[in-house]
């Protein structure tokens, strides 16, 4: 606990920590260990509760719960979550995406620096089997973390997820709560053997133990070579990634030089690049057909590639990402009043002004605070002159010469001043409209998607 601690103490020296609490045998050992731990090192402690509603005893257990934190001078805090099962997810996943999502809000309404779970040595053996079964790769073979950010999860990029007990056998929390008297609940959905995780702890983890007695420790060695595999792979991938890059500030990727990696590292890269952005990961199979498709495409082919809520698209010898896209179906007034940005959700975007150096050309900042302004979507035709010495060209040719991608340009608004068109997004203010004098300003346009790079 001690080498947790440290990892998120303060300066100051302090903490404050939270422990989930089911009220079951390892979640009662771990608020014992967590509350004499807080008690020797004048740490914070607060004990979380979630409340699923899935059996008939939630209440009771809820009770329970609080009556021991309260028995402990522990806080205690509970959440409701309504359970809704999709298509796509059993209840032990939804259940499970929901809880974290629990213990985050309320861990940030406390703000607290370390969330503690219970998750014991053979709770990562039946985790490690899962994902053997299910053909993970090493990443799934590393098991359960002792302690990271898990930002999906949790809804924070800075709590931290412990768990300090994974060198602790089951056997031995029981041991120790039977030698200190510590009450606990039994959850009867446990002997469900419906469920996946039931049906190993059930019927295989006794098989493993009779032939292969101690076999959690053995599984816990497998996962720490995994990581360091993992280790390996990611700082691989990360290097082969840089290389890949158009530029080092861009989350594009060059696909020639994608392409001169060999297979294994290819795939590498484009699962490197995937996680970065924070999107659901391809299967094997999904992510062979996308490089296919991405890879053996024509140089001048325009490719667009969609996997959950994120496109992967080739142009010009370059892959991007980003979330999928709907066009905004309406125009939308607004006048300016001095901000220096607007955002409109539905343009996916934010309109940004800027004052521009003396002696550079802007739009005059009087005359557009008196302007009912229109953003609107790309429609066709339309057609801007960028200075008045230049021609006026239609936006097919603006984005070609600026080197705009084809799937980016529907993303990108025009503003109309007086129904005449004053600003392209990507492109420029029309010329007509710039000046050099004093208080003048610039528009500027930050599609969503570039929160993403």
């Known amino acids: ?55 008939p005893n939630a209440d009771q257990w809820a009770a329970h719960c609080q009556a021991q934190c309260a028995a402990l001078h522990v806080p205690f805090e509970s959440a409701c979550i309504q359970l809704a099962s999709t298509a796509q997810d059993g209840v032990e996943a939804t259940a499970r995406m929901q809880r974290y999502a629990a213990l985050g809000a309320m861990a940030a309404r406390h703000q607290i620096d370390i969330l503690l779970t219970a998750h014991h040595q053979d709770d990562q053996a039946e985790t490690i089997l899962l994902q053997l079964l299910r053909g993970s790769g090493v990443a799934g073979l590393c098991g359960m973390q002792q302690c990271h950010q898990a930002p999906q999860l949790l809804g924070s990029d800075t709590l931290l997820l412990a768990r300090p007990l994974l060198d602790v056998t089951r056997a031995g929390l029981e ?41 959690q420790s053995r599984f816990s060695r497998t996962a720490a070579h995994a990581q360091s595999t993992l280790e390996l792979i990611e700082q691989l991938a990360r290097d082969d990634y840089l290389h890949c890059q158009v ?123 008196q302007q009912q302004l229109e953003l609107r979507p790309r429609q066709g035709g339309e057609r801007l002159r960028l200075a008045a010495n230049r021609p006026t060209r239609d936006m097919k040719s603006h984005y070609q ?47 969503a998607v570039e929160k993403n790079e």
């Open 401 to 447: 010469s600026h080197g705009i991608p084809y799937w980016m340009r529907d993303r990108l608004p025009f503003v109309f001043a007086g129904g005449e068109l004053l600003f392209a997004a990507g492109i420029g203010v029309h010329g007509s409209r710039l000046e050099i004098a004093d208080d003048c300003v610039l528009l500027h346009w930050t599609p």
């Open 1 to 55: 606990m001690q080498r947790i601690a440290a990892q998120a103490a303060k300066p100051d020296g302090s903490l404050r920590l939270a422990v989930a609490y089911s009220g079951g045998l390892d979640s009662t050992v771990l608020l014992q260990l967590a509350r004499n731990f807080a008690l020797q090192n004048a740490s914070h402690l607060i004990a979380l509760h979630v409340h699923h509603g899935l059996s």
């Open 175 to 215: 041991q120790f709560a039977a030698q200190h008297g510590i009450a606990h609940i039994e959850d009867e959905s446990n002997q469900d053997p419906r469920y996946l995780r039931n049906a190993l702890r059930l019927k295989v983890m006794p098989v493993l133990e009779a032939y292969f007695p101690g076999y």
């Open 247 to 369: 530029s080092p500030a861009s989350a594009t990727l060059d696909a020639a030089r994608l392409h001169n990696l060999p297979d294994t590292r290819q795939d590498n890269v484009l699962r490197y690049w995937i996680a970065a952005h924070h999107k659901k990961m391809p299967s094997t199979a999904r992510l062979a057909e996308m490089k296919k498709q991405l890879m053996t495409a024509r140089d001048d082919a325009q490719v667009c590639v969609k996997h959950g809520d994120m496109e992967v698209r080739r142009y010009r010898q370059q892959l991007s990402i980003s979330d999928c896209f709907t066009v905004a179906a309406a125009s939308e007034s607004f006048a300016w009043r001095g901000e220096a940005e607007i955002a409109f959700p539905a343009f996916s975007g934010t309109l940004l002004i800027d004052p521009v150096s003396p002696g550079q050309p802007g739009i005059r900042r009087e005359w557009l605070l």
